[in-house]
């Protein structure tokens, strides 16, 4: 039997990892401008961390760690990167002497989850944390970057959906409010979300279950539960983002499927994606460094999945060709050829050499197949002259050129 790929996993293939490659460089180049540098954690953790920061009965804790186990140890493969990141600011004190840490990431992720249309068990994040404030500009900015990135990538159609679970009291009465709006639809609810109402309540709002949804979005709890306070850092984030033009819907009962988030909580939808999944999310969690430290450090950030972010994507066609496709014949010409190949690359020009014994015309036929933008053919004959030809692919024309004049030619052509 033919060996597979792990179920639920993906080879990211040639074809496409040029548009992998160009989505990350422009992300890395708007972060920096944004001044967030790039933290690199492992991909597998403690366990008890991601039980800690995430919560025992969220979904991911529950039913789709990947979690391994060495000698006494128990590890598991990172579901997400912002517990690691808050791991790592605590550990690297990374808080010390700077108010706010800003912090960016790309990186593969893990759900050990049945694998599904648009879901994988490997995935991959590209995310920020800002770290060290409460301040709701802060917040603005965050999701200006995230609008700001979308458009750089050339995707439109998105919209931002926003909610605030406020304090931590807050979310305490929000909690009760939902509490008691369900224990009305109870019998009606799955088993698990039975459960969920007293365990955690918010985590009937993740269920995928047609009923539980047709009941939650039913629900009209509205925002009665903020205080002042949260009420008008909700605002200011509010008319921060009709200042800068941004697309956002308040929607009620948005609270992320992790217990961490407080505050200011977001996602991105998009018409490609279906109902139920987002382009990526994120919000605040001042209460994720009080459960893992005891620290009182406000928190904001967000995640894009990639491969959500490919579906959105306009299609188009890679730029990235190979510039020049040497080839020889004879055996005095391959020593030149190589020669030539290694000068041409020295230059700054992508190119290749022909390894094969094939006829000129396969050796074209190469060519032509890589997309090559010139093909350099060298013969004996050629040799003698002191000369090469030059084969445009595209216009089908060809030139015979010096064998010293080739690179400048070369690179001249390109420059045009
Ligand atoms: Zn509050
Ligand atoms: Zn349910």
Redesign the pocket.
């Known amino acids: 039997m033919l060996l597979q790929v792990p179920r639920g996993t993906k080879d990211i293939l040639p074809e496409e990892t040029p548009v992998w490659q160009e989505v990350e460089s422009k992300a890395r180049r708007i972060f920096s401008l944004y001044n967030y540098a790039e933290i690199r954690t492992p991909v597998f953790e403690n366990v008890t961390l991601f039980k800690r920061a995430l919560g025992d009965v969220t979904d991911i804790v529950q039913k789709q760690m990947f979690v391994f186990k060495q000698g006494d140890d128990h590890f598991v493969l990172r579901p997400e990167a912002t517990a690691s990141i808050a791991r790592a600011y605590l550990e690297n004190n990374l808080g010390f002497g700077v108010k706010l840490r800003k912090l960016f990431y790309i990186g593969p992720m893990f759900r050990a989850e049945r694998p599904q249309k648009g879901r994988l068990r490997q995935f991959h994040h590209i995310g920020v944390e800002a770290i060290g404030l409460t301040n709701p500009n802060l917040d603005i900015e965050v999701i200006e970057l995230a609008d700001k990135l979308l458009r750089e990538f050339g995707i439109s159609n998105y919209k931002f959906v926003i909610n605030s679970l406020g304090c931590v009291k807050d979310k305490a009465k929000f909690a009760d409010l939902l509490k008691q709006a369900l224990a009305k639809h109870k019998k009606v609810?799955?088993?698990?979300?039975q459960k969920?109402i007293t365990k955690n309540v918010f985590r009937?709002l993740d269920?995928?279950?047609e009923?539980?949804k047709e009941i939650t979005h039913s629900l009209k709890i509205g925002q009665s539960y903020l205080c002042g306070d949260c009420k008008s850092h909700f605002d200011k984030v509010l008319k921060g983002l009709d200042k800068f033009g941004i697309k956002y819907e308040v929607k009620e009962q948005l609270v992320r499927g992790l217990d961490y988030y407080s505050g200011v909580v977001f996602e991105v939808v998009h018409p490609d994606l279906g109902a139920q999944d987002a382009l990526g999310a994120g919000g605040r969690y001042d209460y994720l460094f009080k459960e893992l430290a005891n620290k009182e450090i406000g928190a904001v950030g967000f995640a894009f999945g990639e491969e959500r972010l490919m579906l959105a994507l306009p299609k188009k066609e890679s730029s990235k060709k190979l510039n020049v496709y040497v080839m020889s014949l004879g055996d005095k010409a391959a020593d030149k050829s190589l020669e030539l190949v290694k000068n041409l690359r020295s230059a700054g020009v992508s190119c290749d050499f022909d390894y094969s014994d094939g006829s000129l015309k396969s050796k074209l036929n190469e060519a032509n197949k890589l997309g090559a933008r010139f093909a350099i053919i060298i013969g004996d004959d050629e040799i003698n002259k002191g000369k090469l030809v030059v084969k445009f692919m595209q216009e089908g024309k060809q030139e015979e050129v010096e064998f010293v004049n080739a690179v400048g030619f070369i690179k001249n052509i390109l420059k045009e």
């Open positions: 609810l799955c088993k698990d979300c969920r009937v269920c995928k279950n009923k539980c």
